[in-house]
């Protein structure tokens, strides 16, 4: 039987997520058969593998955004009308964030490697498919598909990762790239987006999936090891449609809330919907054979804790690309490269972050130390923010909130991967990754509509207060907008701190000695 922990012992071993005796018949912790896992690759061939799977998240990650600096010159060749154009974001949002669940699943039972090559050939079609559209109705199309072969690819890429490095020297290097490029791939896609739409044209921030893609497929056979898929494995359908149904209704009702309002009735029966499905899908996962999600998954104090910070710090962080775009672009009066370029410290105090200093330290930090650290800084870049004004100057008042940020968002993003994937069962890999990639695409797609209605409101009560006041003039819009901003960067300092308090009572573990040792069943 299990001996109690003390609190700063390693993650749970892999007993603790199996039944500890053969009559343990409880269904929602039952294992299946392990299937061995692949011999480990020689040392240069997992650092080519690294590489291939980096390009992957690179290219998911930066669909995120690389399409939003395009989106205005796509709606006027395409002809698209204001209440259509939030479908080029919203059908890629749906169909990722809803299938992610699915897709990590499928690649658990078909095999990492081989959802992985599919998910890149069908990213890189539908990416060209995009990219040719004629017509709305195409560009629509081509991005649900690109969301959901994303949905596939995703997970494999971060379960590969955590099958390929087990020794922890080399599992915190490799973890800090993926993180790096986690945090900072959004602002990347703002720089790329910018420097295409502005110098070629809309259809190459699509088009420039295809030779990322084509180079990892190259590079995939050749470096990437992996079991072929677990055997007599079924696919929990009932789960499948119940939790996919759930997660496509919430991020729809989180994706209308901004144009509809919160009180709309199609928005509030989709998240009431949501709600109510995901609930039976819990209650499903704990009766069934073969869960989609085995819920010993999420059960687990530290693996839950790391989902929640991860879910709480992409709420609190995402609004920073959206209002702060605005803010250059509008009240500063940034061109669309200059815009992109001067998010580049972000992701340089993201990369220093999470590869020189998180990467270094935790294998000998607990995780904690350094997520509750990371959201600490994020929030002090925030509070810097919020004193921004419409007269602020990039240098002295900006640069330094963007370097603290990108240092926070690296040192939390690295260990937040690392320890919410460790000790997880071979089998249950793909769907554990799935998890995490759930939790950041739900928290930025509810950050972006919460920020954004908490930064609307503000935005009309100062206009309103200031309507009849002469010593503002025609700078009240303005000066509204940047109070708006204000008080949504509170509120994700507030988020993030909350995030940081989670990390430091839940993530109660030092770095596991053999973090990245696939658990046995």
């Known amino acids: 039987m299990s001996k109690k922990r003390p609190r700063e012992e390693s993650l749970p071993s892999a007993p603790s997520l199996a039944p500890s005796t053969a009559t343990d018949r409880s269904p929602d912790r039952e294992v299946p058969a ?15 593998a690294l590489a291939v799977i980096a390009l992957a998240q690179l290219m998911v990650i930066l669909d995120g955004t690389i399409v939003n600096i395009a989106l205005p010159s796509a709606q006027r060749a395409l002809g698209m009308s204001d209440a259509d154009r939030q479908w080029v974001i919203t059908a890629y949002t749906l169909a990722f964030g809803g299938l992610l669940l699915l897709g990590g699943r499928i690649a658990d039972l078909v095999g990492r490697k081989r959802t992985f090559v599919i998910g890149l050939a069908g990213f890189a079609a539908a990416s060209a498919l995009g990219g040719a559209a004629a017509g709305p109705g195409m560009l629509f199309a081509a991005r649900a598909l690109q969301g959901a072969f994303a949905a596939v690819l995703a ?19 490799a973890f800090g790239v993926y993180g790096a490029l986690a945090g900072g ?6 720089i790329v987006g910018g420097l295409l739409t502005e110098y070629l044209n809309w259809r190459w921030s699509l088009y420039v999936n295809v030779p990322i893609a084509l180079a990892a497929l190259l590079g995939a056979p050749a470096f990437l090891r992996d079991r072929s898929g677990r055997r007599g494995g079924h696919l929990d359908v009932p789960g499948a449609l119940l939790g996919c149904g759930g997660l496509v209704a919430l991020v729809y009702g989180f994706s209308e809330a901004e144009p509809r309002g919160w009180t709309s009735p199609s928005v509030l029966t989709s998240l009431v919907a949501g709600v109510i499905l995901l609930a039976a899908f819990v ?7 073969n869960p989609l999600l085995p819920l010993r998954i999420v059960k687990d104090r530290v693996r839950g804790g790391s989902f929640a910070t991860m879910g709480l ?11 702060l775009t605005y803010y250059l672009q509008v009240v500063l009066g940034y061109p669309p490269v200059r815009t992109g370029l001067a998010f580049v410290p972000i992701s340089a105090g993201i990369v220093i972050g999470a590869t020189q200093i998180a990467a270094r330290l935790l294998p000998r930090t607990a995780p904690r130390t350094l997520m509750s650290s990371g959201m600490v800084l994020a929030a002090a870049g925030m509070v810097l923010l919020s ?35 460790a000790g997880v069962p071979t089998q249950d890999a793909g769907v554990a990754s799935a998890v995490l990639n759930t939790v950041q695409q739900m928290g930025a797609s509810l950050g972006t509509v919460l920020l954004n209605t908490i930064a609307t409101g503000a935005t009309s009560r100062y206009v309103h207060s200031h309507s009849h006041d002469p010593a503002h003039g025609g ?17 994700s300092a507030g988020v993030l701190l909350l995030a940081a308090l989670v990390a430091g009572l839940t993530v109660r573990h030092k770095t596991p000695k053999h973090a990245g040792d696939d658990a046995p069943a």
């Open 185 to 190: 791939g959004s602002a990347v896609g703002l």
């Open 313 to 323: 710090a992409t709420v609190g962080m995402f609004g920073v690309f959206l209002f």
């Open 475 to 491: 700078a009240t819009l303005n000066e509204g907008v940047v109070h708006g901003f204000s008080v949504a960067y509170w509120c």
């Open 387 to 421: 004193r921004l004004t419409v007269h602020a100057q990039y240098v002295p008042h900006v640069l330094p909130a963007l370097l603290l940020l990108g240092l926070g968002m690296g040192l939390t993003f690295m260990p937040v991967y690392a320890t919410a994937t």
């Open 34 to 48: 392990a299937t061995p896992a692949p011999a480990p690759a020689p040392a240069p061939k997992r650092w080519w």
């Open 283 to 289: 209650w499903w996962q704990s009766r069934a054979a």
């Open 155 to 173: 997970p494999s890429a971060l379960s590969l990762l955590t099958t390929t490095f087990t020794d922890p020297k080399e599992r915190a290097r």
